[in-house]
């Protein structure tokens, strides 16, 4: 038992280290780049990622509100929320929402369903190959 908490703890050390790390050579990187395309495009990749996050803030709820209630929502609303998720499905949190989704609605559209994720592997491409869709 207390063995399995040092190790726990020490994961969670490790993960802290590690996002510090990432952090900072992020941070240096950016810093120390004498090239103004590189800051621009460091620039660029910021202000991306909080769109993204903006989006996942507001799509979130509406898909939260789905899964719980599955049987209230339609196929074209389905697709509309499909819709909005694909746009943040190259993002982790984006995909779980993608997943989240497909996992609700796989027995109720599974044609919906199949379509979306043909057409997110199109997108993405192997960048979410760790798309889990359960059976």
């Known amino acids: 038992m ?9 994961r969670q050390v490790k993960k802290q280290q590690y ?3 990432r952090k900072t050579a992020t941070k240096n990187i950016a810093d120390t780049a004498e090239d103004s395309d590189f800051r621009a ?3 660029l990749v910021r202000s991306l990622q909080a769109v993204y996050r903006q989006s996942y803030e507001l799509i979130r709820p509406v898909v939260n509100d ?12 389905l697709a509309h929320i499909f819709d909005q998720v694909l746009n943040i499905s190259c993002t982790d949190y984006g995909m ?9 609605f796989r027995t109720r559209y599974p044609r919906c369903v199949a379509d979306y994720i043909e057409i ?14 359960s059976r």
């Open 96 to 104: 779980r929402l993608f997943t989240k989704l497909c996992n609700s």
């Open 2 to 10: 207390i063995l399995t908490k040092g190790v726990g703890k020490m």
């Open 41 to 43: 495009i460091v620039e």
């Open 66 to 77: 789905a899964c719980k209630n599955p049987q209230t929502v339609d196929e074209d609303a």
């Open 19 to 21: 996002r510090k790390a």
């Open 120 to 133: 997110n592997g199109e997108l993405y491409g192997e960048d979410n190959e760790n798309t889990e869709v």
